[in-house]
């Protein structure tokens, strides 16, 4: 049994939709969200620069005493997770795994994924199933401009369903679609109307909450406090962030600022 | 008389479109380019950091010897011209101020201004149309998805005339229309159908252009050398960076990536 709060760190507001999902499978636990909005998106930044920023996250949530952290951002999870998972004391999980765990019960073997460009390219997806699944055929495409349309509103309006349509018009017949970016799950009913009802869409989230509760059974971190309780963080707090973060979690979300000179230093 | 190359900064790419109103202009001068690709986009970002990285971007562009420095970015030259133009000892000029000195002499009074959430936000065109023309009605429109449109190559299509139709609809009897975000050029096309051909539409880099002019003149600082050349340097050169430069200045760019730890100093 373990009271300490779970860790959740994105490049923004995005992992609100992951967040969502875990803390709806894990009622009695508490989570400080950090998100890296001032330096929103990590899709176009090198390997090199995600690694450090995902570094000074994971230190910022260490430092607030989290007893397992999530990388609920998939470009971070692609780019960074292998690297640091091992430089620090406590559980790191990210987005791809548990998601790609899943995958492989269903005996599905075409597959689909779309998100940012930034995670395309990584190939962060396709390597992970093709390591888990060797027989699986991926397709992957990126659809840049669909976060910002979420963040917008604009998901379910006719602007949605042309960009959804033209960027999902290269699929040849999978079985099962990854939202690849976290974003995306505001979209599944768009998405749904063009990908035809066979095609298995898959919430990223609501693996990693499953796998959250799976690790927090078996290293007896649960909580049973009831104080429960969520803290959000963010590097940048003007701009639209909480309104796009309450819009994404489905209820009101007012971030404190981090304030970087004393807590968040970049190397 | 002054050979040295004249400097443009911007958060991104977007410049380059101003950058080619310059060239063409300016066709015996020599240029460097900076982008701050790395923290792009500025306009989800406060004010404290625009100025702090557009100080960054001139003090790298000093150190490489330019005569005079264009800051190309609507977010910057509305956020950080103000305060940081009187730091230096070389004339810098913002996108701001020239195009409204034009409007200006054409006597319209009633101006729509579509740009990014930050640029509109921070209400620069429209405190600096006010202030030269009092009696002017201005109505301001973010159009957050028409800067990643452009990069996409969404330009002309359904989807762009569906998405500037949106954002346009709001706007009542305006007769002039300022493009305030520096991948709006390319929307031109787009823009005119929605609005009619009775609204002018404003290219702020023509007018950027025609004052760099007036201020090699007046300073005596234009270059009578026949060498001349473009340099471009990025924070960040992957992802597709050069491809949307060369895409919005309407020929091949390959940006030098400037090594931060020697240079660019994060302070």
């Not at 989570?31 to 995600?50: A, H, Q, V, W």
């Not at 597959?111 to 699986?136: C, F």
């Not at 079985?175 to 063009?194: A, D, F, N």
């Not at 693996?207 to 059974?217: P, R």
Request: hydrophobic share 40%; glycine share 6%.
């Amino acid at each position: 049994m373990d009271n300490r709060p779970i860790g959740v760190f994105d490049s923004g507001v995005g992992g609100m939709t992951v967040l969502k999902e875990i803390m709806e499978k894990l009622p009695t636990e508490s989570f400080i969200y950090l998100g890296d909005t001032k330096r929103f998106p990590y899709g176009s930044k090198t390997k090199e620069s995600i690694i450090e920023l995902t570094k000074n996250g994971i230190e910022f949530l260490i430092k607030k005493d989290v007893k397992l952290i999530i990388i609920a951002c998939g470009t971070a999870t692609s780019q960074a997770l292998d690297f640091i998972k091992n430089l620090y004391n406590i559980p790191i999980i990210g987005v791809i795994r548990p998601t790609v765990e899943y995958i492989n019960k269903t005996n599905k073997k075409n597959i689909g994924v779309i998100a940012t460009a930034g995670t395309i390219r990584s190939k962060g997806w396709e390597k992970a199933i093709l390591n888990k699944i060797p027989d699986a055929k991926v397709q992957s495409i990126a659809c840049p401009l669909l976060a910002p349309m979420v963040e917008e509103g604009w998901n379910e309006n006719k602007i949605a369903t042309l960009a959804v349509k033209e960027y999902l018009k290269p699929f040849n017949k999978i079985q099962t679609l990854i939202l690849g970016c976290t974003h995306y799950p505001l979209l599944t009913k768009t998405i749904k109307k063009q990908i035809g009802r066979k095609v298995e869409i898959i919430n990223i989230g609501k693996f990693v909450a499953i796998k959250t509760k799976q690790i927090l059974n078996e290293f007896k971190l649960n909580s049973i406090d009831n104080k429960k309780q969520l803290e959000v963080y963010f590097t940048e707090t003007e701009y639209k962030f909480n309104e796009v973060a309450s819009k994404l979690i489905g209820k009101k979300i007012q971030a404190k600022l981090v304030e970087e000179e004393n807590t968040y230093v970049i190397k």
